[in-house]
């Protein structure tokens, strides 16, 4: 029974052999080698089956099949490999040949950003009153209502704060509603003389529309220091205008109010569509207006620690987004914040 039970152990593993042979003249993937691995080798393949009726075996016996067992399972996977080793070739050529890159063909140039038309704006601005020997200074976009309005000279329940209207975050904190606070932290933290640009972006309740965005950006100028007068205020706007908007420019002071400077002036520039002779743009004035102005007011000057019986100073600010449209002849801020590649890739 012993020597019987060896026999057929032999005669299986000799059907196992010519199975894999078979098997295996049909494998055209590695998916499919993989499969009949499994068929084979694996936990509940036809060797493991095998190993397991070697139980059944008497002591005598074991040693020889277990020797036949491993050199048939040694000459299986020596199959198994030269397979895999033709399969993986053959894949690797077909890949080469189907990723092939012809190396003497133009290459597909990346396509690079360019800077938006508000940041062209913004440079230029600061560009000009660097050039003039100012310094840019900056400061929180979420601003303690003490610096945002109240050493502005706008104190609580002053009408002024009706028309800025903020986002409050809470009755202490607001998004700044433009870079005044920026001057009034300057003038409490330096040293005189202060000459300083204020750029950055601001948070009104506006509608969106052609001409307002409840977020902007403005560049506000401050200039403290003994014997500032009126006329140092227009020969920066004048030098400003021209450097941006071309050396026959003009502009005008009209009166007006502002909470934090007096007296306080409107400016307006000579439009520059048609140069001041009068258009539909500027609705046949031949001026737009630009930015609002003035000398800063003598409460906040104090208020700020500066003495204003020593000390005089203009400030002014102006809207990035309105000075883009004028520099680039955009008609709509709508076109600013849509992002229309057709408008974009003109600042290229």
Not at 167 to 191: I, Y
Not at 273 to 285: A, I, L, N
């Amino acid at each position: 029974m012993e020597r019987q039970g060896c026999m057929h152990m032999r005669e299986r593993l000799e059907h196992i052999l010519k199975e894999v042979v078979e098997a295996l003249a049909g494998v055209v993937s590695l998916r499919e080698l993989e499969e009949v691995r499994l068929r084979f080798l694996g936990k509940k393949g036809e060797m493991t089956a095998v190993l397991r009726g070697m139980l059944s075996l008497s002591k005598e016996e074991r040693p020889a099949i277990g020797q036949l067992v491993n050199e048939t399972r040694a000459a299986i996977e020596g199959r198994f490999d030269a397979i895999e080793k033709a399969l993986a070739a053959k894949a690797l050529e077909e890949s080469m040949a189907r990723e092939a890159l012809d190396i003497t063909l133009p290459g597909k140039r990346a396509k690079k950003g360019h800077k938006h038309p508000i940041t062209l704006a913004a440079e230029a601005i600061s560009e000009v009153f660097l050039g003039m020997g100012y310094e840019i200074a900056e400061g929180p976009e979420i601003e303690l209502d003490r610096f945002n309005f109240e050493l502005l000279n706008i104190p609580k329940g002053h009408p002024a704060r009706d028309t800025q209207a903020s986002f409050f975050v809470n009755d202490n904190v607001v998004l700044r509603t433009h870079t005044s606070p920026v001057q009034v932290r300057t003038m409490l933290t330096r040293g005189l003389p202060i000459r300083i640009i204020c750029p950055g972006r601001c948070y009104r309740v506006d509608e969106f529309d052609a001409t307002h965005s409840p977020v902007f950006h403005q560049v506000e100028a401050l200039v403290v220091d003994k014997g500032v007068t009126m006329g140092d205020l227009i020969g920066a706007l004048q030098v400003f205008t021209t450097k941006i908007f071309g050396e026959n420019t003009k502009i005008r002071l009209r009166p007006h109010h502002f909470q934090f400077t007096e007296p306080s002036a409107e400016v307006d520039m000579t439009c520059w569509e048609c140069g001041g002779k009068g258009c539909r743009v500027c609705k046949f004035e031949g001026y737009v207006e630009l930015l609002g102005a003035g000398m800063v007011h003598p409460n906040v000057l104090s208020m700020c620690g500066v003495d204003p019986e020593a000390y005089s100073g203009f400030a002014f600010g102006l809207g990035i987004e309105r000075t883009a449209m004028c520099m680039f002849g955009i008609s709509s801020m709508r076109s600013l914040y849509e992002n229309d590649i057709r408008l974009l890739r003109q600042f290229n």
